[in-house]
């Protein structure tokens, strides 16, 4: 879908899901810390980048996946966001969202 991101297989892609989970758990939001004044200075737009590194590090993390460059790496996080958003729409409606929330 995405030109410069290959998958070999299914296997390679469950792996792939769950090294992104350790990796947007862990890593991200320290990067996201590090980076806290050029997110700033960019007004959120340098967010972005932080995914793009994110996406580009669990590449090079997974065998059987790989991210061929930064370009790549920033179109499959917007491919990943988008897709994420979707489903979430289509899942979870509103009324679902906020009726499992333990403080209303």
């Known amino acids: 879908m995405v030109?410069?991101?290959?998958?070999t297989g299914l296997t390679s892609a469950a792996i792939a899901a769950v090294v992104f989970g350790v990796v947007n758990s862990i890593v991200k939001p320290l990067l996201t810390l590090f980076t806290l004044p050029l997110t700033i200075l960019t007004l959120g737009?340098?967010?972005?980048?932080?995914?793009a590194i994110a996406f580009g590090l669990v590449g090079?993390?997974?065998p059987g996946f790989t991210v061929s460059g930064f370009f790549p790496a920033l179109?499959?996080?917007?491919v990943l966001s988008f897709l994420s958003s979707f489903l979430n729409r289509?899942?979870?409606s509103e009324q679902d969202s906020s009726s499992?929330?333990?403080?209303?």
Not at 3 to 7: A, E, K, S, V
Not at 100 to 104: E, L
């Open 3 to 7: 030109p410069g991101l290959t998958i």
């Open 45 to 51: 737009l340098f967010l972005l980048v932080v995914n």
């Open 60 to 62: 090079y993390l997974t």
């Open 75 to 78: 179109f499959g996080s917007f």
């Open 90 to 92: 289509l899942f979870f």
């Open 100 to 104: 499992n929330f333990p403080f209303n």
